[in-house]
Structures are given as structure tokens and as C-alpha cells.
């Protein structure tokens, strides 16, 4: 039993490949997979576009969608005390059965106490997200697994939203009641 579990757990772990940070050529990080699949141009478009992305451009073949989002990170202390926000661009381009998706500019927003005791936006602290990784500081080390677990977590969405199948609505066929005895 416990060489079964064993097994199944080390399988699962081999058949999951987590995210890990990636860098293009001018050194930005990036994620990033094309995925194949068996739905359609139209399907998939639709599917892009309820998810609240924007059209960037026109083609037959292939379609582009962009939007950008943002999370929170957070000190770890006994409270919750914000420490920035992070914004990302995530890309979809669309080709028939296939996608790709590229999560791209991850840039960290810093914040700060303002006379009042509310958490605001620095008014400097725009940073690309890069060099900061780069800090061997505590806190960005939990950080650096934070904006993973929130990537795996946005990429497994995307993944399932954009290859989800619409059920076709029901048509609803009129009964008819016999009120005859």
C-alpha cells in the first residue's frame, strides 16, 4: 500500500512540471507554452474573448488577445501589511487547435504608508521585477515563490478556461398539460 502511494505520488510529481522563471534574450522574465488542442479557431477566439482580453490584432490564421492583471504581495509578519503590487502582461495568440500564451513585464509597484496610516503606491517605486529577484533577501526569497504559486495558479486557469467546451443551451420544449379528466 504504502509502495503504491509512493509510486502514484512520484508519477504525479514527474507528470507536472512546474513553472520556473524563464528569461527571453534582453533578460526579462518570461512565461511561456504553446498548447495543442483539439477545439476549434472560433471556439478558442470565443473562449479568449470572454475572458476579458483585448483583440491587438487581425488575421485569418491567427488572432492576438493581451490584458494586463495585477496581485499583491504581502510582508510576512504576524499581520498582513502589503508590500507592493505586481503587474503582468498576458498574451494570447490563437491558431487553429493550437494557442500560446506569453506572461510578460512583471513589474513590482511598491508601497508605503502615507500620513494617513493607508497603504499607498510610492511615488518612485515602479521596478522591473528582475534585479529584485537578483537580492539574496529573505523576504524576496518568499516572494519568488509567491509570484510562482500565483503564476501556476493564473496559468492553470487560462488553461482551462480557454480549452473549455460551451454546452450548447438546452432548447426547452413546451409541455403541454392535459387538463382533460
Do not use: C
Amino acid at each position: 500500500m504504502q509502495l503504491t502511494m509512493l509510486l502514484l505520488f512520484t508519477l504525479s510529481q514527474l507528470t507536472s512540471t512546474p513553472l520556473e522563471y524563464s528569461f527571453d534574450d534582453s533578460g526579462k522574465i518570461v512565461f511561456m507554452e504553446v498548447v495543442s488542442t483539439e477545439i476549434g479557431f472560433d471556439t478558442l477566439v470565443q473562449n479568449v474573448e470572454n475572458l476579458g482580453f483585448e483583440k491587438v490584432q487581425n488575421g485569418d490564421e491567427e488572432q492576438g488577445f493581451s490584458k494586463e492583471a495585477s496581485f499583491m504581495l504581502y510582508n510576512k509578519r504576524i499581520s498582513k501589511v502589503p508590500h507592493g503590487r505586481l503587474t503582468y502582461n498576458v498574451q494570447v495568440d490563437v491558431k487553429e487547435n493550437r494557442y500560446r500564451y506569453v506572461i510578460t513585464d512583471l513589474i513590482f509597484h511598491e508601497y508605503e504608508r502615507n500620513r494617513y496610516g493607508r497603504y499607498e503606491e510610492k511615488r518612485n517605486g515602479q521596478m522591473a521585477l528582475e534585479p529584485l529577484l537578483a537580492e539574496p533577501d529573505k523576504q524576496w526569497e518568499n516572494h519568488k515563490q509567491t509570484i510562482l504559486k500565483k503564476m501556476e495558479s493564473e496559468v492553470a486557469m487560462l488553461k482551462s478556461e480557454i480549452v473549455a467546451v460551451p454546452l450548447e443551451e438546452e432548447q426547452k420544449s413546451e409541455v403541454k398539460i392535459n387538463d382533460d379528466w
